[in-house]
C-alpha cells in the first residue's frame, strides 16, 4: 500500500469558518473545494477519476457533545469539516482514498489502497462500458452471427463482475447482451430484458477494453454453444405505450385541505423534520442514499443514526458465468447516485415535500441530485380502537404515518425505501423491491431447477436479496444494550397443574455477536437502557425490533458469496460502535473479499453491554421467480419495525384525536350504488333464475 | 343424545318456492319462520333459547352445479333453502341442533346435543349474568369488604368459563370485577379495566345464579387472601374526554370525485361485488362474520369459500382461575353478532358502501346488524415501478386496493378483520389486534413472569392470539393439490465449483395433515391445479400463501388448551372437504374437549391430491404485554396473503395505468415550507452556532 506524500509541517493558515452542520451533506462548494485539494496533491493535468466526495461524519465523541449543545442550546463546540473522497488515477488500477480537512484546509489522509479494493461503479463509466462493448471488433463478429434482422437494436447492461478468486484481482465488468424487439426496435423504453442473448463480453476498466468474451449455457447442463443465428421471439414490453390498459380505475386523491402535519427545515445541506412530537434531522450521500441522525421523540432520544447499510443479491445459477451474480447494490453502486428524481403525482400521493440533494460526478463536479427523497402524511388504517360494549360508544384514532421514501434503480432493478413514522412512537424500514428481473436465455424445452422461466426463451434465476440496515440506537442515552426475551412452557408442577402457563425470560447478549431469530419461543430482541426505568414498572426503557424472518445465505460457508456478505448469515449483528464502520459488507465490496465487515467486527467479542452499541438488522426475500414478476413485478414488501416497550408509560398514540366525520371527511357511496334487490323467477320448469343485473357471478 | 321427535311422513306439502341464492344469508322472514317451525316442535309455551339461526349452506355437490348454471347464465337447478339452527330450553342445559327446510317446510333434524356441547354466550345473557352477579348476596357482602367510596361502580365482565376438567361439565360464566375511577364513577365510559378486583364470582348459566366466589391470587404465588380494604389508585382513562389531545394533526382527505371503481349489487341478503377483475359474493353469519364465496379474477376461479373460521387466546397466568383464560372468540361469542356499526368518517377513511346484515337474537326474533363491513379501495403505494437508466423513462403504476372490512368487540378487546385485493390478483386477510388487554389485580411491589404490569396494581398477563382462516380454494377447478417449495443448496461438484448453486424443490402433500413452515429453506406453500398449465411455462396454476411465522400453542399436549384448540399447533392444516367442517376448533368450543376440530380431521389421513381440499392457514402473535398496550393498544397488523404463481401469462397488473399527476392530482408542499437557510453565526471564542427557527434538534 503505497502512501501518497501528506506533509507533516504545513503552513501556517487560518482555519476557515464553516457553519455546517456536523452531519450536513457536503454541499456543491464543498465538493468542488475538496477535489481542487485532491487534484493539487498531483502534478498538474493528472486526471483524476473521482468516485465518492461525501461527508466524513465526525468522530462520535466529537459529535456528541455538539449535539448535546446543539439541546440544550448551548454555544456549540467546534467541530472541523471533513470530507472523504475515493478516485482512480484515471484508467489505472491505482484506487486511493483520502480525507480532506476543509476546515484546516489540508488534505489528512491519501494513501493509495491495495489489491482486491475496487471502487463501485458509476454512470459515465456503466455508458462507456456499453459503448466499448458496442464498439469491440470481437462483440460486433458474435453479432453478426446472430444474423439480426435490420435495424435490430443490441443494449448491453454492465454488471458487476462479481468475485470467485479466479483471475479476478483486477477490476472488471461482466456485461449482458440484450436485444430490443424488433417490432419496437427504435423505442429505447422497449423492454430488452424479455430478449437476452448469450454473448458476454467482459472488460478490464483500467484498460477499458473488452477483455473476454464469455457464452452463456443456455441448456440444462454446462454446455456452451457457438452463437447460432437468432430465432425470431415475441417482446414483452412494460411502457403503456404498447399495452392495452384497464379503464375501470376512477381517481383516488388524497388532499391535506389545511396543509400538512409536518415542518421541513432546511439547513444548508441537511434537513431538519418535525411531525408529531417525532424529530430528526436527514442527510443524503451516494452509497446510503438516506441517512437519519438524531431521531427523538418528545425530545427523548431514540437514534444517533439510522441507515441501510448494505444489500447483497446473490444468485442461484452455479454456471461461468452467473455463479459470480452476487451484487452489493450499496456497495458496488450507491443507494445516493442511483436515486430516482421523483415526480409528483407518479411517485407520492397527496401533498408532497421533495428534499434534494447534491452528489459528486466523476470529474469532481456536483452533481444535481433533484427530489431523491419525498416526505409526506398518509393514513395508515385504524391506529387504535375500543368500543363500550354496554354504552355503545366507540373510541376510535385513525393511524397517520409520515413517510420519507427514495426508489433507486439498479439497471434492471428497483427498490422502494421508506422510513416511516406514526404516532404510537414506532419506526418502521420499509423495503418494496420492484423492477423488472435480471434475465438469461435458455433453450426452448428446457426447464432448470435454479431458475423460472417467465417469457418464451427468457430464464429468470432465483436469487436472494439481503439486506442490512444499521441502526445506532441511543435510546434514553448512548449506553445502551441488547436483550431478548423468550417464552417458554413452565413444566407442570403443583403451581401449573394444567400445563398452560408460560413465562418470558430475557436473555442479556453481553459480547458483539451475529444472532438470529426463532419464532417458536417468540424470540424478540430489545435495545435497551438499563439505567432508565419505567417509571410504572420499574423495567428498562427499551425498543423492540420486529424483523420477519427470511432465509439467510445459502451458499456456503467456503464461497466467496457467503465471506464477501459479512451480514447474511445472521438475522441480527451486535457490535460495539467504532466511527468508520459504516458498512456491514465492508467498505469496498466491489469484487471483494470478505474480512472486512460487520461478521469480522463482531468477532473481536468486544463488551456491548452499558456501552455503545450498533445493531444491523438483517431481513429478505428468497426469490423464486414467478411469471408473474414480469415484465416488472408487482411490489414485495418488507418490513422493519422499531417499537417501543416500556419506554413511554402508556400508549403514545392515546392523545390523538378521535377520527371524526367532521375531520375526515368520508363519503358515503352505499347509496348510490343502491340496486334494484333481484326477483326470483320461477320458471316452466320449477328452476329459479336470478337475474344479477350488474354482476358477472 | 336424545332425538327429538321429527315425522318421517310428512303430510303432503306443496314445495315453497324461495328465489335466495344458495349462499345468501337467512332474512328476517326466514329467522322468524324458522323459530316457527322449532318452536311448533315443542308444546305451547315453552320457552326456548334461540342461540342461531343461520343458513345451512347447500352442500358442495348440490351448490357447485348451481354456481356453474349460474356462470353459464344457464337455468339454475334448484336447492332446497335449510337453516341451521341452535337453541336452548331455556334456564335448562338442554342444548339442540335442528334444521329447518323451508323450502319443504318440515323440520329435518332436531336433536338434543350431548354432554360438553355448550352454545356461545349472546348479548342478552352477559348483560343477565352482570345483573345476576351484582345482586348476589355473597357478592355483595364481597363487595362490601372493600369499603369502597359512596358512589363507586362496579363493573362485571362475563368471561367464557374456559374448561380444566375440573367439576366443569355444565356451562358456566366466570366473571371479572373492576371498579370505575371514582373521579369518573358516573361516567360509564370511564376504563373499569384500569382498576381491576380480585372477586371472580361464577354464574351457572342454567340455573342464572352464583354458584361460587372465587378469589384472585395478587401476588407472586398462589396465595389467595380475604378481600382487603380498597386502596385508592388512579384511573387511566381511553375516551377523549379525560384526554388532552395533541392539536398539531392536520385532516388528510382521501377523495374519489368520478365515484368508485367497484361495485355492490344487492341480492336480497347478500351482495355482489365487482372491482378491477375481481368478483365475489359476500355473505355474513353470526359466528364468522364476513365469509366471501365464488372468489374470482377475470371471470377464472380462484376460491368457493373464504373465512376466519375461529381463534383461540389462551393466557399465560396459571393459577386458578386465570388457568382457564382460553377463549375461541368465534366459537364462543361470534365474530358476525360481535360486529360494530361502523360509522362513517371514524372507521373507514374515503368513499366508503356499507354492508349491513340481519342476526338472531336469543327469542328467535331477527336482530339488524347496520353497517356491519365497510366497503372502500385504497391507496397502497406504489405497485410496481422500473426506470429505464438510459432514457430516464419511469413507468410506474400506484397499487390500489379493495378492502372488505369488518371491527368485532369482545369485551375488552377488538379485532379488525378485513379482506383485501388488490391489481396484481392478489388477496390479503389482515387482522388488525386492539382494544384493551384483560387485567388483573397485583400487589405492589410485585413483579411475575407471566405478565407485565400495565398500571399501578394491574397486569396484564401474556396471551397468545391464535387465528385460523378457513380457505376453500377453487384454483381453476375444484381439483386442487397443496405443494411446497423449499431452496436447498447444491452440493459443491463440478457442476457447483463455486458452492453458490441453488435449486427449489416442489413436495406434494399427499394426504391430510398438519404442516409447518421453515423460513431455514424458505419453505412456501402453494395451492395447485395440476391439470391446467401456465401457457408460458408449463408450470401448473397455482397460490402461494405468505404467512407470517407465530409461536404455536405453548400450553403443553396434555392441557385441555392444547387439546381443544385443534388448529393452533400447525401452521397449515390441509384437509378432504367435507360438507359442515367449517370450524377448526370444532363446532361448539366453549368448554369444549376437543376431538372435533381440524386436527381431528386431518387424522383420518385422507387422500387430498387433485382432490376437494380445505386449507387451514394459522397465523397469531404471542401477547407479552407493553404499558404502550395501555388504556388500548396501538394496532398489531398481521397479514396473510394469497399470490399467484404462473397463474397469469405475465404481471397482472401491467396493464394498470401509469400513475399520472393528472390522475393523482397531489399536491407540491415544498415550497410552502421553505425556510430560511440556517447561517452559522461565528461567537467570540470561536464556536459556531446555528439557529434552527423551527427545529427541535
Avoid at 170 to 183: G, K, L, N
Avoid at 419 to 446: C, H, K, W
Avoid at 611 to 620: A, E, I, K, N, T
Wanted: proline share 6%; with cysteine; charged share 25%.
Amino acid at each position: 500500500m503505497a502512501t501518497q506524500t501528506v506533509s507533516d509541517s504545513l503552513p501556517l493558515r487560518v482555519a476557515k469558518q464553516i457553519s455546517s452542520h456536523p452531519f450536513a451533506p457536503v454541499s456543491s462548494a464543498e465538493i468542488k473545494e475538496t477535489a481542487s485539494h485532491i487534484k493539487a496533491q498531483w502534478p498538474i493535468n493528472t486526471n483524476l477519476h473521482f468516485k465518492t466526495i461525501t461527508l466524513f461524519e465526525p468522530a462520535k465523541a466529537e459529535a456528541v457533545p455538539f449535539l448535546e449543545a446543539e439541546a440544550a442550546g448551548h454555544s456549540l463546540p467546534h467541530i472541523d469539516r471533513r470530507v472523504f473522497v475515493t478516485y482512480y488515477l484515471r484508467r489505472t488500477n491505482q484506487f486511493h482514498e483520502a480525507v480532506v480537512n476543509l476546515t484546516q484546509q489540508v488534505v489528512e489522509y491519501n494513501v493509495r489502497l491495495g489489491a482486491n479494493m475496487h471502487a463501485p461503479g458509476d454512470g459515465d463509466e456503466i455508458f462507456e462500458i456499453e459503448r466499448v462493448c458496442l464498439e469491440d471488433p470481437g462483440v460486433q463478429a458474435e453479432i453478426a452471427k446472430l444474423q439480426l434482422p435490420e435495424g435490430s437494436k443490441i443494449v448491453i447492461d454492465p454488471w458487476i463482475y462479481g468475485a470467485d478468486g479466479v483471475e479476478d484481482d483486477e477490476r472488471m465488468w461482466q456485461t449482458f447482451m440484450y436485444m430490443r424487439d424488433p417490432a419496437h426496435a427504435d423505442d429505447p423504453d422497449s423492454n430488452h430484458y424479455a430478449i437476452p442473448l448469450s454473448i458476454s463480453p467482459v472488460v478490464d476498466s483500467s484498460k477499458m477494453e473488452v477483455i473476454r468474451i464469455d457464452h452463456m449455457p443456455t441448456g440444462k447442463d454446462n454446455t456452451i454453444k457457438e452463437t447460432q443465428p437468432w430465432k425470431p421471439k415475441a417482446g414483452n414490453e412494460y411502457i403503456s405505450d404498447f399495452l392495452e390498459l384497464r379503464t375501470d380505475l376512477k381517481p383516488l386523491n388524497v388532499v391535506q385541505p389545511e396543509g400538512t402535519s409536518f415542518n421541513v427545515s432546511q439547513q444548508g445541506t441537511s434537513h431538519v423534520i418535525d411531525w408529531q412530537k417525532w424529530s430528526f434531522r436527514v442527510g443524503f450521500n451516494l452509497r446510503e442514499g438516506m441517512v437519519l441522525y438524531n431521531v427523538k421523540y418528545s425530545g427523548r432520544d431514540l437514534f444517533y443514526r439510522l441507515s441501510l447499510s448494505d444489500m447483497n443479491i446473490p444468485y442461484a445459477d452455479p454456471r461461468h458465468p452467473f455463479h459470480k451474480k452476487s451484487a452489493f447494490d450499496l456497495g458496488d453502486a450507491g443507494a445516493g447516485i442511483m436515486a430516482n428524481d421523483l415526480k409528483l403525482g407518479c411517485d407520492c400521493l397527496g401533498s408532497i415535500h421533495y428534499l434534494s440533494a447534491v452528489l459528486n460526478d466523476d470529474k469532481g463536479e456536483p452533481l444535481d441530485m433533484p427530489n431523491v427523497v419525498c416526505v409526506h402524511e398518509q393514513d395508515a388504517g385504524i391506529g387504535w380502537k375500543h368500543t363500550n360494549y354496554r354504552t355503545g360508544r366507540a373510541a376510535i384514532a385513525r393511524s397517520r404515518e409520515l413517510v420519507l421514501q427514495s426508489i433507486i434503480t439498479v439497471a434492471n432493478y428497483e427498490y422502494i425505501l421508506a422510513f416511516m413514522f406514526n404516532q404510537a412512537g414506532e419506526l418502521t424500514y420499509e423495503v418494496r423491491a420492484t423492477g423488472i428481473l435480471s434475465t438469461q436465455p435458455i433453450d426452448d424445452g428446457v426447464e432448470v431447477p435454479w431458475g423460472t422461466i417467465v417469457h418464451p426463451g427468457v430464464l429468470a434465476a432465483h436469487h436472494q436479496h439481503i439486506f442490512s440496515l444499521r441502526v445506532d440506537p441511543m435510546i434514553d442515552g448512548h449506553a445502551n444494550r441488547l436483550v431478548y426475551d423468550e417464552a417458554h412452557a413452565m413444566p407442570r408442577s403443583d403451581f401449573n397443574p394444567h400445563g398452560t402457563g408460560y413465562t418470558v425470560k430475557e436473555t442479556l447478549v453481553e459480547q458483539s455477536a451475529g444472532l438470529d431469530l426463532d419464532f417458536d419461543v417468540n424470540r424478540t430482541f430489545k435495545i435497551q437502557n438499563a439505567a432508565v426505568r419505567n417509571p410504572v414498572n420499574g423495567k428498562p426503557v427499551a425498543y423492540k425490533i420486529h424483523a420477519p424472518p427470511f432465509q439467510k445465505m445459502i451458499s456456503d460457508k467456503e464461497s466467496f458469496n457467503y465471506k464477501r456478505a459479512e451480514f447474511a448469515d445472521r438475522n441480527i449483528y451486535a457490535v460495539k460502535y467504532r466511527d468508520d464502520e459504516l458498512f456491514s459488507g465492508g467498505k469496498y465490496t466491489n469484487q471483494s473479499r470478505g474480512g472486512t465487515g460487520v461478521r469480522s467486527w463482531a468477532e473481536r467479542k468486544e463488551n456491548i453491554v452499558d456501552d455503545d452499541l450498533v445493531v444491523f438488522v438483517q431481513f429478505g426475500i428468497n426469490h423464486v421467480p414467478r411469471i408473474e414478476d414480469f415484465p416488472v413485478m408487482p411490489c414485495e414488501i418488507l418490513k422493519v419495525a422499531f417499537k417501543p416497550v416500556n419506554f413511554f408509560d402508556k400508549n403514545p398514540a392515546i392523545d390523538v384525536p378521535p377520527s371524526t366525520q367532521d375531520f375526515n371527511k368520508s363519503t358515503l357511496v352505499s347509496e348510490q350504488h343502491k340496486q334494484p334487490s333481484v326477483e326470483g323467477k320461477v320458471e316452466a320448469n320449477g328452476c329459479v333464475s336470478c337475474e344479477a343485473p350488474s354482476s358477472k357471478l
